[in-house]
């Protein structure tokens, strides 16, 4: 995910099978690197990693003083931190007052207070907005990765220590009670991924199949988790993936469906799995590449699959796939990036055209955005909570970076990215409320805010990485 993926790069492979669950669950249907991302280098192999409840840091948050932003641009500085008006509050990684930390920062009254000093990447609240965690990155001073759990003031309640080798993936799943937490560790030594459990406790192995990959929660509790059938075999009829749930209290693991398929997004009553599949093989820059060409429901209370769209269909001299599809939260509604590409014109590497699909849960178009040219670049969807906004990454024909944003699937609004930094798609967050939308912006710049419908986006943090917003309780 920390790389800069396209559809040639990524689409083929032998390693496909196995890394589709989890490009689904980040929203790109295409090949990363054998091992999950990390925001950790990896050093010399130490033996596996065996997490313990331990206490490896001793942090004393900062008095609580609220600093506030001024408005203004005094000169020479690029930026100036601005301080919007509204509601929310936005956890994001940062320095204030010449400390580094974690830093909360309330749109009720400008105010911004450093919750946790200290090297933390990837905050992420609970549901109820009473505790976060946050990976610890190693550094010089101590060098140990860590997944800290802090209380909504900063306060630490628990940490989990792991030796350095180990490559946590920033994935840090919340349960929908907010009682437990899970993520999955890629050991580089022994190979495969180990998952893990935090609650009320401490933390646990959970026992899951090699192969599996953890890429989501249920309404109900229980945990939804992908088991190739086949190892190592590109994408066809007989390379199946078994989706299964599994009751992290020590209920027995259940198989839900086994196919051609991998999964994406959920619904937001919990019953239905969105998944991808339909591989085709095209030419693109003279190169075979595989790609997804359709979208399937599965039901997982009567076992039915049917299809939500189709695009295996050769159509007016174009051929066309799947780049990368989200589920909205409360509506149901799918975005899904399309990309086309002439017959005549698959021997091209600019030859494809991408536009993004509103679909409802039927497959019927609801809404459209511009097309863009040029199959690259970040294409990576961020749904409102609420379902009435939603913003993408683009790189358009001359090469750069914007932020797009559909408002009710009618406004249109463009955020220019100045650097085509690769973390940038998965750094963009929109507010409970669905007002604010914040995103990571190349350097000097940091973070930047933009209210919907109304742009231009603003500076709000410089050097500023990791939106996170609060969510309402």
């Known amino acids: 995910m920390a790389a800069r993926l396209d559809r040639r790069r990524l689409l083929h492979g032998a390693s496909l099978l196995a890394a589709l669950p989890l490009l689904g669950s980040c929203g790109l249907f295409s090949r990363p690197a054998p091992q999950p991302p990390t925001p950790t280098p990896t050093p010399t192999p130490t033996p596996p990693p065996t997490p313990t409840r331990a206490v490896v ?8 003083a609220t600093v506030v932003a001024v408005s203004g641009t005094p000169a020479p500085a690029p930026t100036v931190n601005v301080a919007p008006r509204g509601v929310g509050q936005l956890l994001y990684t940062g320095s204030l007052g010449g400390t580094a930390g974690i830093i909360l920062a309330d749109l009720a009254d400008g105010g911004r207070k450093l919750l946790v000093a200290g090297n933390y990447q990837y905050p992420t609240w609970a549901p109820d907005g009473a505790r976060f965690a946050a990976l610890g990155a190693p550094t010089a001073d101590l060098p140990i990765q860590q997944v800290a759990v802090f209380a909504a003031d900063g306060r630490a309640l628990a940490r989990f220590s792991l030796p350095i080798s180990p490559q946590i993936s920033p994935r840090l799943l919340w349960s929908p009670s907010s009682r437990h937490l899970v993520y999955q560790v890629s050991d580089p030594v022994a190979g495969g991924l180990n998952a893990w459990i935090i609650d009320e406790a401490g933390q646990r192995p959970l026992a899951l199949p090699p192969g599996a990959f953890i890429w989501h929660w249920l309404p109900d509790g229980r945990i939804t988790y992908t088991v190739p059938l086949l190892r190592d075999t590109p994408p066809s009829a007989d390379a199946q ?4 749930t599994i009751d992290p209290q020590g209920g027995a693991a259940r198989r839900e469906m086994v196919g051609a ?7 937001p009553d919990g019953a239905t799995i969105y998944a991808v599949g339909g591989f085709r093989t095209t030419l693109a820059a003279g190169q075979q590449a595989v790609g997804v060409t359709t979208i399937v429901a599965l039901d997982l209370s009567g076992g039915m699959i049917r299809t939500v769209l189709d695009l295996t269909a050769v159509s007016a001299g174009e051929s066309a796939w799947i780049e990368n599809a989200a589920v909205a ?6 975005a899904v990036c399309r990309a086309t590409i002439p017959i005549g014109a698959q021997q091209n590497a600019v030859g494809a055209v991408n536009d993004l699909l509103i679909l409802d849960a039927a497959g019927r178009e ?3 955005d511009l097309p863009w040219q040029n199959n690259s670049g970040l294409r990576w969807i961020n749904w409102s909570p609420h379902g009435l906004h939603v913003a993408y990454h683009a790189q358009v024909a001359d090469g750069s970076s914007e932020l797009r944003a559909l408002h009710g699937g009618i406004e249109r609004a463009v955020y220019p990215v100045r650097a085509a930094d690769p973390r940038t798609g998965l750094l963009a967050a929109w507010s409970s409320d669905d007002r604010w939308l914040a995103y990571v912006d190349a350097a000097p710049t940091g973070l930047v805010i933009a209210e919907a419908g109304k742009p231009p986006a603003l500076p709000f943090a410089a ?3 990791f939106p996170a917003w609060r969510p309402w309780t």
Do not use: H, K
């Open 57 to 64: 840091r001793s942090d004393t948050p900062p008095s609580p």
């Open 241 to 244: 993936t078994a989706i299964w």
């Open 261 to 267: 398929f991998y999964p994406f997004g959920l619904s």
């Open 329 to 334: 939260p409360s509506t149901g509604l799918l």
């Open 366 to 368: 609801v809404a459209r």
């Open 463 to 465: 050097g500023g990485n």
